[in-house]
């Protein structure tokens, strides 16, 4: 048998044919005595004994092998010693489900299962290689099921290399279309179209290639390392695509972007009242030392010149709001010179004259008790308590 790569177009007198895979003689061909393609090529045969006293299966023996369309929903495995010399045929019903095997004597034996709850399988069948094996049950399954979507830039065929940590999660038989995204990997079906299955990155611990000593199988198998929160815990998944490189390089773009995890993280709850989602920030609470409760009508400031100019709310709902951006924009402590100069003008706002404040109309004094706040504070929705600071006269300050 020569090496010839897949899906290369032959001439040959029988039509167009196509490469099936590795092997020369494997090929997908159209004759005209059949209603459709069929598959063709050695493979190693493992079928069930009826008689045997000492075992339900046959030994593993290279046969010439046939898959085609049957009568009715069926397909056939006609198995042989050559071309033209079939020796048994097996009905293989539409349903069926193909997938990987373990066998103690063939490294890349695969099955074809029944459908049923109780999985039973009617052949075994083995390659020399898995790119040969994976071929193989390609074509099997595209003959049950056609695909009907076309594989994407940017999206990768494959199928599962099934093993004991697969099986537990019932995985075996998974093939499909594979898609990369923020939130983690999905495969869905070629045929349909809907998701079989789809892993978040926090399910995945890492990915890479797997090392083989099969020549041709190189760069075509990778192992998915599950995390924990994987459904059946830490382990290994493989799988096989012929675009290894490139699948394993658009997986690492993903992969190492932070944001996907921010993606998979739930919000924060929503607080009761709008003032809880605030931050409380504070300064030194001794630079407010007033709080003047203003009437509701515009009122009069009088000078030491006894000179009176009127200020309206707009003008005092101006400079609190100032302040008060002024103190969310900063942090805590007043770390920033310049927000602490900003902030200390807040004075210059207010006359220093006692004087000037005992001419100002409808002023209550408060006892010193009374619990007082910052104007600078009702305005950013914080309420501070102010300690009483007296003056120089031993007086409180109102």
């Not at 048998?1 to 090929?27: K, M, N, Q, W, Y």
């Not at 004991?164 to 923020?182: D, N, P, Q, W």
């Amino acid at each position: 048998d020569t090496s010839v790569p897949p899906r290369s177009p032959l001439s040959t007198a029988a039509g167009e044919c196509l490469v099936f895979g590795i092997l020369a003689s494997d090929i997908l061909r159209f004759t005209p005595a059949m209603t459709g393609p069929e598959i063709c090529g050695h493979v190693d045969v493992k079928v069930p004994s009826k008689g045997r006293k000492f075992g339900q299966w046959k030994a593993w023996r290279r046969q010439w092998c046939i898959v085609r369309y049957g009568h009715g929903s069926t397909l056939q495995l006609v198995l042989g010693s050559g071309h033209n010399n079939p020796t048994s045929c097996i009905d293989i019903p539409y349903n069926a489900i193909i997938c990987r095997s373990e066998s103690r004597s063939r490294q890349f034996a695969f099955g074809v299962y029944s459908s049923s709850s109780v999985r039973q399988p009617i052949v075994f069948l083995a390659a020399r290689s898995e790119t040969e094996a994976q071929q193989w049950m390609l074509r099997i399954r595209n003959l049950i099921s056609p695909p009907k979507i076309p594989v994407e830039a940017g999206k990768f065929s494959v199928s599962l290399i099934d093993n004991a940590h697969s099986r537990i999660a019932g995985l075996a038989g998974l093939f499909g279309t594979m898609s990369v995204g923020l939130t983690g990997i999905t495969i869905n079906d070629p045929v349909t179209g809907q998701i079989r299955m789809h892993w978040r990155w926090s399910q995945v611990n890492g990915i890479t290639l797997r090392l083989t000593s099969v020549a041709e199988d190189v760069n075509h198998i990778l192992v998915l390392h599950t995390s924990s929160e994987f459904s059946c815990g830490e382990g290994l998944l493989e799988l096989f695509c012929l675009e290894g490189v490139a699948l394993m390089a658009h997986l690492s773009l993903y992969q190492n972007k932070p944001s996907h995890r921010l993606t998979t993280s739930p919000l924060p709850p929503i607080p009761h009242h709008p003032l809880l989602a605030f931050r409380r920030l504070s300064r030194s609470e001794g630079d407010l030392r007033r709080w003047l409760p203003l009437p509701d009508a515009n009122f009069h400031l009088r000078t030491q010149s006894v000179s009176r100019t009127r200020v309206s709310h707009d003008k005092v709902a101006t400079s609190l709001v100032t302040a008060g951006l002024g103190l969310m924009l900063t942090t805590p402590g007043c770390s920033e010179p310049d927000s602490l100069h900003d902030y200390q003008c807040l004075d210059t706002l207010w006359p220093d004259d006692f004087d000037t404040l005992s001419d100002l109309p409808d002023i209550r004094r408060y006892q010193n008790n009374a619990r007082r706040e910052s104007g600078v504070s009702i305005a950013s929705g914080i309420y501070e308590e102010i300690e009483e600071q007296p003056n120089s006269n031993g007086e409180d300050l109102t």
